[in-house]
């Protein structure tokens, strides 16, 4: 009897031995090198995160240079317009000088007695303003005849008449002025207004 328990622990003991000396069954994911990560996948994921660093960067290197670009292309239209406008104020001022010379040389209509010497002395000098004024791109504005255009002209008043369209500028009381395509002084005009019927009609006409 004592015989037969004994063989029977022996294999008990075998079996736990067996199942000691079994290794342990793991993942492909779970291997490690040495107990270490394994460094292929770490140099991976650090060549992603460099590479979406490098796109972060080039990214924000096109928007500095778009932006950049702009910059260059405002400033351009900055000077220019500064360049175009720079004696605008100057010129304004001038205007009436001009007004003044114009004035005199109208007034001497029909006057013999006026010394030609000084109308030709006031037309000459009127001459050479307006050359100034063309070199700096300074231009009259033709309003007398056109169209009544609230851009360019002032209405000063209105005149009863049948020889012009309606809304036609017929007078020029103060002439305009343009700078470039920028007005730098409106004109001053008279604009047609038709003439009321019944003061067309004939006072003397029998009923």
Avoid: C, W
Avoid at 2 to 31: F, L, R, V, W
Avoid at 166 to 190: A, C, F, W
């Amino acid at each position: 009897m004592s015989e037969k328990k004994t063989i029977k622990i022996e294999t008990d003991s075998k079996k736990a031995k067996s199942k000691e000396a079994e290794p342990e069954q793991t993942t492909p994911e779970e291997q490690t090198i040495n107990g270490e990560e394994d460094p292929m996948k770490a140099l991976e994921a650090k060549f992603e995160a460099k590479e979406k660093e490098a796109e972060e960067n080039y990214d924000r290197l096109l928007r500095l240079s778009a932006e950049f670009e702009n910059y260059k292309k405002r400033s351009s239209r900055e000077i220019e317009e500064f360049r175009k406008f720079a004696n605008q104020s100057l010129i304004k001022e001038m205007l009436s000088v001009v007004d003044n010379l114009e004035l005199a040389m109208n007034s001497t209509d029909g006057h013999k007695a006026i010394d030609k010497d000084l109308l030709q002395r006031l037309e000459m000098s009127h001459r050479e303003i307006l050359k100034v004024f063309e070199k700096f791109n300074v231009k009259p504005i033709d309003a007398k005849g056109q169209p009544f255009d609230p851009t360019f002209h002032e209405a000063v008043m209105q005149e009863e008449t049948n020889d012009y369209d309606k809304n036609t500028v017929i007078n020029e009381m103060q002439r305009g002025y343009m700078i470039h395509d920028r007005l730098l002084r409106p004109s001053m005009v008279v604009v047609a207004k038709p003439r009321d019927e019944k003061d067309s009609e004939n006072p003397d006409r029998n009923d």
